[in-house]
C-alpha cells in the first residue's frame, strides 16, 4: 500500500535529541493529520491541515511541532521529548477537512521510542 | 466533547462462530460511526461505516448497527476466519457543514480467531 507514507517506521532518541517524522500522501486529499497511538488509549487526534492551514491542535504539548509544506506532506518535529511519548504516531489523510463522512487513510505509522 | 466507550477489550471466537463488538457515544449530534481493523504491525484501514439515517448496513460478512436513541452502535462479523484476527476500533462523530472531520476512537476490540 503506497497511499500514505511514513518515514521512519522505527526511531530511538534520547530526550534532548531533535527528530523528525515524515508523511506523505499520494492520494490527491487536501486534510492530513497526526495522531498517538498508545497501548491500551484511543487513537489520539493531535493536529490537523486542512490545505496547509492548520484547524485543529488538540492541546499539544510545544514539544511537538508540526509543519505542512503543502498539501501531500506533513511533518512532525520533536524536541526535548519524555519516555510518555513513546507511542506510534499514525498519520492519515481526507480528501477535505470540512467533510466529517470523508474516509480517513492511514499511513503504517512510525513506533516511536523515547529512552 | 465526545466519549467513545468499546467492549469488550479482547474477545476470543472458534472460527466460523459470530463477533459482536458494542460501542456507545455520548454526544447525541454525533452521526457518522466508521470501523477500522488494525492487523498486527498494520496501519487502521476502514471496513465498514453508517450514518445515524440507518439503522443498519451489512456488507458480506460484516454488519453495522445503530440505535440512536440508546446512543450504541455495533460491529457484528459472522463466519469468523482466521484472518479476521485484529485489533477494531469504533469511532464516532458529529455530521456538521464544515464541522470538520473529527473522530472520537474507542479504545480497540483484540480479535482472536482460533482454529
Known amino acids: 500500500e503506497t497511499g500514505v507514507t511514513q518515514t521512519p517506521r522505527h526511531l530511538v532518541m534520547g530526550m534532548t535529541n531533535k527528530k523528525s517524522l515524515k508523511c506523505e500522501q499520494h492520494?490527491?486529499?487536501?486534510?492530513m493529520y497526526w495522531y498517538k497511538q498508545s497501548a491500551k488509549k484511543p487513537l489520539e487526534l493531535m493536529f490537523v491541515?486542512?490545505?496547509?492551514?492548520?484547524?485543529e491542535n488538540n492541546s499539544v504539548p510545544s514539544r511537538f511541532s508540526p509543519e505542512c509544506p503543502n498539501s501531500s506532506h506533513l511533518f512532525l518535529h520533536l524536541h526535548t521529548l519524555q519516555p510518555e511519548d513513546s507511542a506510534l504516531y499514525l498519520c492519515?489523510?481526507?480528501?477535505?477537512?470540512?467533510?466529517?463522512?470523508?474516509?480517513?487513510?492511514f499511513g503504517p505509522g512510525t513506533r516511536l521510542t523515547v529512552l | 466533547g465526545e466519549n467513545v466507550e468499546q467492549h469488550p477489550s479482547t474477545l476470543s471466537v472458534q472460527e466460523g462462530d459470530s463477533a459482536v463488538i458494542k460501542c456507545t457515544y455520548s454526544?447525541?449530534?454525533?452521526?457518522?460511526f466508521p470501523w477500522y481493523k488494525q492487523e498486527l504491525g498494520k496501519r487502521p484501514q476502514l471496513i465498514i461505516d453508517?450514518?445515524?439515517?440507518?439503522g443498519e448496513k451489512k456488507d458480506q460478512r460484516i454488519a453495522v448497527t445503530l440505535n440512536k436513541t440508546a446512543k450504541h452502535f455495533s460491529l457484528h462479523i459472522t463466519e469468523t476466519q482466521p484472518e479476521d484476527s485484529a485489533v477494531y476500533f469504533c469511532a464516532a462523530t458529529p455530521i456538521l457543514t464544515g464541522g470538520g472531520n473529527k473522530l472520537t476512537f474507542g479504545t480497540g476490540t483484540q480479535l482472536k480467531v482460533e482454529l
Open positions: 492520494l490527491g486529499h487536501n486534510a
Open positions: 453508517i450514518r445515524s439515517n440507518v
Open positions: 454526544d447525541s449530534a454525533s452521526n457518522y
Open positions: 491541515y486542512n490545505f496547509k492551514e492548520q484547524t
Open positions: 492519515a489523510s481526507s480528501q477535505d477537512w470540512t467533510s466529517s463522512t470523508d474516509t480517513q487513510y
